[in-house]
């Protein structure tokens, strides 16, 4: 039992100083934000301590979580997204005036869920993880309670998510039926082997926790909450959500991706080729088409959940690898574009249209440099990290016979490019209107921001560092 909390460390570590903070937030004076500093030393250290236990590979508690390897990965991953966030959040929320303890808090929370979805070797673990993380989704979205967006938002969000839980808990609950087990290493062996007891069941559980694994990586066609969501909710929580987020629902898809599509021949591949294709395509024809610029990331958001679905379909050593390459070079795209974002919209929901940002590289010239970067690398643009992403994962598809996505993709990208240089044509080539918009300092965004341009720029110069590494977790 001690090696166990040895090897597991980071969730066991993460897990009390989530419940700690809420204690602290009670003893400490509102006026010192004490919980502010307490999260994100509770995220550091959780993150150092995934990085220490990397090496130490296998399970712990009876098989119902997994150490090291990718889980840790994915753990320094969620670490820095929450600490990036934290770092984005603090000025944002002082300036709409509306600082409380229990942001930071929920932050911590829904890091701390990532981090179980991340470790689960057992589908009940994997729920508990989703549920802990959404919880905290449902409360930060609806953080602005005197703005109506927000509070729809949230309100929207939890009853969609609330749906799509059942979905899972059904499907969960057929694939129990069926295999007899909710161990993924146990159900891939029951399903290799044919020890299955309802055939049927298995199409069904695998189909419904499909959908509600799609739900949760907004992929088509589940994806109708996001851009109301994320138009609603905090510009930086939408920003953490669309990343942080997003790469938990991969992590929890990737055991069940080895459990059940690696064991299902070409059926379930085939339908998780159809929801990436629709999801590219939808969530890039939507958003040529918004005005408004947090609801056109939202949808862009909806197309890159395809980008990393084809690494899925492929399930091959090259997918699994693009995938964690792909989720680690989006989150500080889109992390460090939301954050800039956050800088130059006032009073929650003004200067969010497309048309503000005329002229913005004369009055603000780094941060429309910047802006120009990030959207730069979205669109997959070489050399830029989000190129090597989307190359990694087309490579994956067509070695496993997936031409036709690979070509659906390339034709998704080229349509991306234009609402993402459309966003840079209006900061360099087009005129203000009146003395154009102002943009806030950026304080403490500005780590934020430093720390997203510096691994965006070092995923482009070294793609092969991350791949390196990912590889070795799927030999």
Avoid at 96 to 111: P, Q, R
Avoid at 270 to 299: D, E, F, P, W
Avoid at 394 to 401: L, P, R, V
Wanted: net charge neutral; charged share 10%; hydrophobic share 55%.
């Amino acid at each position: 039992m001690g090696m166990d909390f040895l090897t597991s460390a980071p969730i066991v570590l993460i897990s009390f100083l989530s419940v700690l903070c809420i204690v602290v937030d009670a003893l400490t004076p509102k006026s010192e934000r004490i919980t502010f500093y307490f999260a994100g030393f509770s995220m550091l250290a959780a993150m150092l301590m995934a990085a220490f236990t990397m090496p130490n590979t296998g399970t712990a508690f009876n098989g119902m979580i997994t150490t090291g390897g990718v889980a840790t990965f994915f753990d320094i991953l969620f670490c820095m997204g929450g600490l990036l966030t934290l770092f984005a959040a603090r000025p944002y929320i002082l300036r709409e005036n509306v600082e409380h303890d229990e942001f930071y808090t929920l932050i911590l929370y829904a890091v701390a869920g990532m981090m179980v979805i991340a470790h689960a070797h057992n589908l009940l673990i994997t729920f508990i993880g989703i549920e802990i993380m959404s919880v905290s989704f449902y409360v930060l979205a609806g953080y602005f309670r005197s703005n109506t967006k927000s509070v729809e938002s949230a309100l929207k969000y939890f009853l969609l998510g609330a749906f799509a839980t059942g979905f899972l808990v059904f499907g969960m609950s057929f694939l129990y039926g069926s295999t007899g087990t909710l161990d993924y290493t146990v159900m891939a062996n029951n399903i290799q082997s044919g020890m299955i007891n309802f055939p049927m069941l298995l199409s069904v559980g695998t189909g419904l926790l499909i959908v509600g694994l799609s739900f949760k990586m907004a992929a088509f066609p589940f994806h109708q909450w996001v851009p109301d969501v994320y138009e609603g909710a905090p510009t930086v929580v939408t920003g953490f959500m669309s990343t942080a987020g997003k790469a938990a629902s991969v992590s929890a898809l990737m055991p069940i991706a080895y459990a059940i599509i690696g064991e299902s021949g070409h059926q379930v591949a085939g339908l998780l080729a159809i929801i990436a294709a629709g999801t590219m395509l939808v969530g890039n024809i939507s958003a040529v088409v918004q005005q408004n610029i947090k609801r056109m990331l939202a949808y862009s958001s909806v197309a890159h959940a395809g980008y990393i679905l084809m690494g899925f379909v492929a399930n091959n050593e090259k997918g699994m690898t693009g995938i964690v390459y792909y989720v680690t070079a989006y989150l500080f795209m889109q992390l460090g574009a939301f954050v800039l974002v956050s800088l130059i919209e006032r009073n929650i929901d003004k200067q969010l249209e497309l048309r503000d940002y005329a002229g913005l590289s004369k009055k603000h010239p780094v941060i429309a440099a910047l802006m120009a970067f990030f959207m730069f690398s979205l669109a997959g643009i070489p050399p830029m990290a989000g190129f090597f992403g989307k190359y990694y994962l087309f490579i994956a598809a067509i070695e496993s016979g997936y031409t036709w996505l690979t070509i659906v993709a390339v034709i998704s990208s080229m349509i991306s490019v234009y609402f993402y240089i459309g966003l840079v044509v209006q900061m360099y080539f087009k005129d203000a209107e009146g003395e154009g918009i102002d943009a806030h300092q950026p304080g403490l965004a500005g780590l934020t921001l430093t720390v997203a341009t510096f691994f965006v720029i070092a995923l482009g110069i070294m793609p092969s560092t991350v791949e390196q590494i990912a590889r070795s977790f799927f030999k």
